[in-house]
């Protein structure tokens, strides 16, 4: 199975502020997707990677406040814009299409809380 | 867009018993898996099983893809079995993207 890493593990940020999130994965995938889980809650899609192109994002989400970028295929970034306490939540990346397997394996996830 | 319904949203064993987790979809699928979320969050790929059975030692899982759902077979419970149970589905003709359901809470007791 591909091995997914995100960073930071964890942080805790000032109302206003900006974090970028990273996710590297080991191999190259097709797809890899960036996801909000917050407490308590399932996971929602915030947006489709594309390499070397705009995210595809999903309704509710906009590129203003949560910019990604794709320059290759084994690397994204996530960055949630001037934050409220509401972004608290952990946000994962995930990545698709291993060597042709239909499976989707996702990072170990980045906690966010906001002051 | 595609639906997914988990039941039940709790379930609370005693260690060593069985249990059937279910997922209900409301259209047809590519692409069907379920997934543990352990305490410290992290998401394991337990199945990929849009249609028919598999089995991965005290795990099963079973899609009847015609009818629209799945069940995942917990066997001899362990502690370490804890945890969120999601079932997330690609819809057919859809863009790669799969929707979680709720989830079920597994709470295993010693």
């Known amino acids: 199975s591909a091995v997914i890493s995100q960073k930071p593990s964890r942080d805790i940020c000032q109302r206003g502020t900006s974090l970028t999130i990273q996710c590297q994965v080991d191999s190259q995938v097709t797809m890899m997707f960036w996801y909000r889980q917050q407490p308590g809650q399932s996971l929602t899609l915030i947006a489709t990677a594309n390499q070397g192109s705009e995210a595809t994002y999903e309704s509710g989400f906009v590129i203003d406040k949560f910019p990604i970028s794709r320059p290759n295929l084994t690397f994204s970034t996530l960055t949630v814009s001037n934050m409220s306490p509401e972004d608290s939540s952990i946000y994962l990346c995930s990545g698709y299409r291993f060597k042709g397997v239909e499976t989707q394996y996702f990072g170990p996830g980045t906690r966010l809380l906001v002051l | ?110």
């Open chain 2, 1 to 110: 867009g595609i639906q997914v319904e988990q039941s039940p949203p709790d379930l609370i064993l005693q260690e060593g018993a069985n249990s059937t987790l279910r997922c209900n979809f409301s259209d047809s699928v590519n692409n069907l898996q379920w997934f543990h979320q352990n305490p410290w969050g992290q998401l394991i790929n337990l199945f990929y099983i849009p249609s028919g059975t598999k089995q991965n030692g005290r795990l099963s899982a079973t899609t009847v893809a015609t009818e629209r759902y799945s069940l995942l077979y917990i066997s001899s419970s362990q502690t370490t079995d804890s945890g969120v149970y999601f079932c997330a589905v690609e819809a057919q003709g859809g863009s790669e993207k799969l929707v979680f359901g709720k989830g079920t809470k597994l709470t295993v007791n010693p």
